[in-house]
Nanobody, 117 residues
């Protein structure tokens, strides 16, 4: 059973920064592409950033390009999301999971990010 534990969210003013962490259990972490997803109130969950298993390639949704950076430490089974220049529209619950993942996959509890204007 894979477990995903996200942390690092909080309340921040627009223009501020946060670093999210996601620690996983399970032996598959180091062999899969991982990603950060978010779900804003009333909206579907979306993938915002992904990183390949070795960390050599990353990709981002256009709305976060140049502001967010995804990274991973396979020795610690942890994936990170550094978020700079936060905007109110970044407010959401953030989750990590493998890429791709669907609603039928296991999801952790997520971490709330709230950006005030």
């Amino acid at each position: 059973q894979v477990h995903l534990v996200e942390s690092g969210g909080g309340l921040v003013q627009a223009g501020g920064s946060l670093r999210l962490s996601c620690t996983t259990s399970g032996s598959i972490f180091s062999i899969v592409t991982m990603g950060w997803y978010r779900q804003a109130p009333g909206k579907q969950r979306e993938l915002v950033a992904g990183i390949t298993r070795g960390g050599s390639a990353t990709n981002y949704v256009d709305s976060v390009k140049g502001r967010f950076t995804i990274s991973r430490d396979n020795a610690k089974n942890t994936v990170y999301l550094r978020m700079n220049s936060l905007k109110p529209e970044d407010t959401a619950v953030y989750y990590c999971n493998k890429v791709p993942a669907t609603e039928s996959n296991y999801w952790g509890q997520g971490t709330q990010v709230t950006v005030s204007s």
